[in-house]
């Protein structure tokens, strides 16, 4: 019997993985092994088998090449394949490895090891790993994780909530995605883990529509953990449910979230009070994106010591950036921070496109900064990206060519934050709209000198006055477009 | 949208909505006048979630026609307007029905990195109808979505929950044939 291992991810199946399982099913002799995706998706669908020095792969395989890989000819071994050579694996460790929902292959790759020494604990040895640890949340804020957990802890309620911010939203990133379809285990340990640390009796899962299949395998997840009595904390009871969004982008913003979850308009409350403090139905309340849950579990397994021994003075552990745009090799590559940008994409990037030249660089999502290619050797931490005035948010990289138009990018940028403002807030809300209309101009060749400071003007005031980084970050795209391509700008402006 | 009756009026029977199919069975489980099991974790009631209803109606009916509003008001007491808030708020509640598939272009940035402009432009030629469209014989609505996290193998493309990744126009004509 030979046993190919091939993945099950949403971006596997996209490009194919599906259409092999289909193909080589029934094949006498043959077991082929659904797991998680490795996050080299460039060489997607992947196909792996075990060899005496460990896994052999295939990349980019096609039905017809099934004969090669029985005979063991042509493969490369696993870790010999420099994208992922060059990683640090520790949340992604296991991805491609194990299969998303065998609990067995979860415990024995070392799942609920952080859950154990978590009740070992007391809640506030517990917080007191986290804040040994220095980890900061990976979903866009970077605030000390363990301050939010004092705080819900020290909150005195009749209940309080842990609650997932699965809404990935930021475009170029899939890192959650991948979690929840990939080990969703990870990510329901580290939501007991916080719970058990400021005694919450109920979770939930906010996860965005278009990650169906995240959603159904968080659901199974959770339906095999609650059979297999896991979801107990201190002889309690602790109820975990997914739910499902409606495409409302302000919806990743935690307030916006909660709102959403109680079944509202999810529109953003004004802070404080912080969520920890009133949260979900007005009760202490943990937001966290799925990728720091994710990361909690080997903190708590191997010590806070450990995580902050990664990284650089102020940004600690690993990284999961999520490469995309128009380089050779996209994927998921988990780094310690403190490489460059440059240092990134000529690691894994593996240099543009064929025919392509790069022409700038967003970093962060929608709302992050764009660099152009004179500005790449930033380090990749929060302090620097901060310093620059740009985001890591949640490690999306996307790399645009020389084709791109800047004022049609700058155009899409605003039309999109107008889009999704929730309206709320006034600056966010017309100055959006107000910042599309200008841009419009400008593409349409009717643009006027004032209109470009009226531009900058208008995204200062969005900048200072936004309720949330939603309108607060909307301008800056746009305004690092025009700071490093005016010439594109100018041909649109009349005088 | 019609709010008539509005948040001030006593609460009373519905008028029988002249036969919605399914969507009395779509509002049972949230109905705050159901019997309700005692809750396992002894959590206390919570308000009605408007959010979960629309999608279960939607799911039973395809979308939430503005006439039911009413009903799923009452059911919920909630007011009307809550109701057509929460549903004109959420780009994924319809208030009418799609085509048999949806296709849902990615214009997330990744994939307008890789040009996918050129590819909606030529989607909407082929299909001849414009975003947010359906095709005259009801087989597709086109759509746009902002990401649907396929970024590594894009230019993307979701024709209901199936998403296809380096999608090429070569390839869009072979895709649409799977979906009659």
């Not at chain 2, 979630?49 to 007491?77: D, F, K, Y």
Request: glycine residues 12%; aromatic residues 6%.
């Amino acid at each position: 019997m030979t046993r190919l291992y091939l993945a099950t991810d949403t971006s596997a199946r996209a490009v194919g993985a599906n259409r092999l399982a289909e193909a080589w099913a029934n094949r006498p002799g043959l077991e082929l092994v659904r797991t998680s995706s490795r996050g080299a998706f460039f060489l997607e669908p992947l196909v792996e088998r075990d060899s005496p020095g460990g896994r052999m792969a295939w990349s980019n395989v096609g039905p017809d090449d099934l004969p090669q890989i029985l005979a063991g000819s042509g493969g490369t071994p696993i870790d010999r394949i420099p994208f992922l050579a060059q990683q640090t694996r520790i949340t992604f460790a296991n991805f491609g490895v194990t299969q998303p929902l065998s609990l067995d292959e979860y415990v024995a790759h070392g799942g609920f090891q952080g859950m154990k020494r978590a009740q070992a604990l007391s809640p506030d040895a517990i917080i007191g790993e986290l804040k040994t640890s220095r980890l900061r949340g990976r979903g866009g804020a970077a605030f000390p994780v363990w301050t939010k957990w004092q705080v819900a802890r020290e909150t005195q309620a009749d209940r309080k909530y842990v609650v997932a911010n699965a809404d990935e939203g930021d475009a170029g990133t899939y890192c959650d995605r991948m979690l929840m379809e990939g080990e969703p285990f990870r990510l329901i340990e580290g939501m007991l883990i916080c719970a058990r640390a400021i005694g919450a009796t109920q979770g939930y899962i906010y996860c965005r529509q278009e990650y169906p299949s995240a959603a159904r395998t968080v659901r199974a997840a959770v339906q095999k953990a609650e059979r297999s009595g896991l979801l107990i904390l201190d002889d309690k009871p602790f109820h975990l449910e997914v739910f499902v969004g409606a495409g409302s982008y302000v919806c990743g913003e935690e307030t916006a979230l909660l709102e959403s979850l109680e079944g509202r308009r999810g529109v953003v409350r004004a802070k404080p009070p912080y969520p920890a403090v009133s949260g979900l139905y007005g009760r202490p309340t943990i937001v966290s994106n799925v990728l720091t849950f994710a990361t909690v579990p080997s903190i708590l397994a191997r010590g806070g010591d450990w995580h902050a021994s990664m990284g650089t003075e102020r940004s600690k552990g690993t990284i999961a950036l999520q490469i995309g745009g128009r380089v050779q090799h996209p994927g998921l590559a988990e780094v310690p921070f403190g490489l460059t940008l440059a240092d990134v994409l000529e690691r894994f990037g593996g240099g543009m496109a064929p025919g392509a030249k790069l022409k700038a660089v967003q970093v962060g999502g929608p709302l992050g900064s764009l660099f152009p290619s004179s500005r790449l050797d930033i380090t990749i931490c929060y302090d620097a990206f901060a310093e620059a005035g740009a985001i890591l948010g949640h490690g999306g990289i996307v790399v645009f060519d020389d084709e791109t138009d800047m004022v049609e990018l700058a155009r899409h940028f605003m039309a999109f934050a107008a889009d999704e403002s929730c309206g709320k807030c006034t600056p966010c809300r017309i100055g959006t709209v107000r910042g599309q209309e200008i841009l419009e101009k400008v593409q349409a060749g009717r643009g006027r000198d004032e209109d470009l400071a009226l531009l900058a003007d208008l995204g200062e005031t969005m900048k200072t006055a936004s309720l949330c980084a939603l309108g607060g970050r909307a301008p800056y795209p746009v305004l690092t477009a025009i700071e490093h391509f005016p010439h594109e700008f100018r041909q649109g402006v009349r005088g | 949208m019609t709010t008539k009756g509005g948040s001030d009026a006593p609460a009373r029977r519905p008028e029988p909505m002249g036969g919605v199919p399914g969507l009395a069975e779509a509002l049972a489980p949230y109905r705050m006048d159901r019997p309700k099991e005692p809750s396992r974790t002894g959590t206390p009631h919570v308000p009605p979630n408007i959010l979960s209803c629309l999608l279960a109606v939607q799911e039973a009916l395809r979308c939430v026609p503005p006439g039911t509003i009413p009903e799923i008001a009452h059911s919920l007491e909630a007011t009307e307007a809550d109701v057509a808030g929460v549903l004109s708020y959420y780009p994924d509640l319809r208030t009418g029905r799609p085509g048999r598939h949806v296709i849902r272009v990615c214009t997330g940035e990744s994939c307008v990195a890789n040009h996918c402009a050129k590819g909606l432009a030529a989607l909407q030629d082929r299909l001849k109808v414009r975003v947010g469209e359906t095709t005259p014989d009801g087989r597709f609505t086109l759509e746009r979505v902002y990401c649907v996290g396929n970024c590594a193998v894009g230019p993307s493309l979701a024709i209901d929950e199936d998403v296809y990744g380096r999608v090429s126009d070569a390839d869009v004509a072979r895709l649409l044939a799977s979906y009659q």
